[in-house]
């Protein structure tokens, strides 16, 4: 590797949700006080761990059927959702591992601390991952989540969302985020995604329902980009595949 | 009016929730039979180079109480200070680790090797030191740290980012303690009096 990088682009903390949001409760006794302390990203942090396809099972990126009986599908509207992970600079980002987490379309998860009456689905998981082709396309397949009640304020409900988890090529590039659905009036309501400081930086995680890339008679699509920090130069061009 | 600039804004962070482990260490919440193994708990192939260790700690929130839903990943480099994918690294040092803090006492552990120094972007050396970052419900952006070990006095008072932290009484914060064995306890504490130093990197 020829280290021609001079790093990360900066993060712009602004667009990003504060560490302290009160009107998400748990984020008070989580946040941490001091300001973080900047520095440029060195090494430890424009490398990271690189990702093959040889650990991805056939059915990894369909949720629809990776934890159903043979025979058997979840419950609920069926979707594609598909896009591109994109750096700051518009170049797609190749090799990137997404991975991807949600509750049923009861909005219930699968998990021992969740106690909302909805009922699981024998047929759901909730798990999916996908790595990303030459140009940073990626898709799955799953069913659409439901909306589901949380404890903060007396009447908090969660929009419809599928969390997601990205590696770029630095482990400083590492991101978690949410991905919410066109139209839903959910969205405006809930104290997670009010952390957010804008409406502008909001409406990038909404992702567009995409008539055309439907499946006619299966499944409608979702159209979801998402953008990790920038690199400048090129510095991962030449990385080798070691993991 | 001058030209537009073509750059992107960074997709906006938003909370792991309390549900991470479904997604990235789903055999570890109960959900099998859909990946063979969580990703990142083996970090070493069978001979790697290097001191063998064991890294633990919990992550303690304002009240001095252990997250018992958060999610650790770290990355580090070999014995010789080469991160894999560079030339030269230790195919048996993977370098990145993933734990979810225990359910119930809320500690993480990872088994490694010690990494050896890194060379700064000047050329000048890093001390030894571990990336780790953070989250769970409540954690809006993943947290950035690192783990220096407290036993490299020399290193670790020449390395350029400890040196340029402005309130030197927060550096050990960022020092993992030598328990024996080499077992390094690193507790991360969110907020409080202990609050751990976090990078805006
Ligand atoms: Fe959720």
Redesign the pocket.
Known sequence: MTDKTSGLFHRDRSWHPAALTPPYKTSIKRSPAAAPISMPSTLSEDTGPVFTRDILGPQDADLIHNFASEGQSAIGPRIIVYGRVLDETGRGVPNALVEVW??NAGGR?RHKKESYLAPLDPNFGGCGRVITDAHGNYEFRTIQPGPYPWPNGPNDW?PA?I?FSIFGASFGQRLIT?MYFEDDPMIWQCPIVGTIPSREAIETLVAALDMRRTVPMDARAYKFDIVLRGVRQTMFENRMEGL | MVQKLENLKESPSQTA?P?VHIGLTPNFSGITGVYDADLGTKMLGDAPKGERITITGRVLDGTGTPLRDALLEIWQADANGIYPGQDGADADVYGWGRCPTDMDDGTFRFETIKPGAVQNRDGTPMAPHITFWIVARGINLGLHTRMYFADETEANAADPVLKRIEHQVRVPTLMGQPQGNGTYLFDIHLQGPDETIFFDI
């Open positions: 949600q509750a998860y969660r969302h969390h949410q | 929730g549900y």
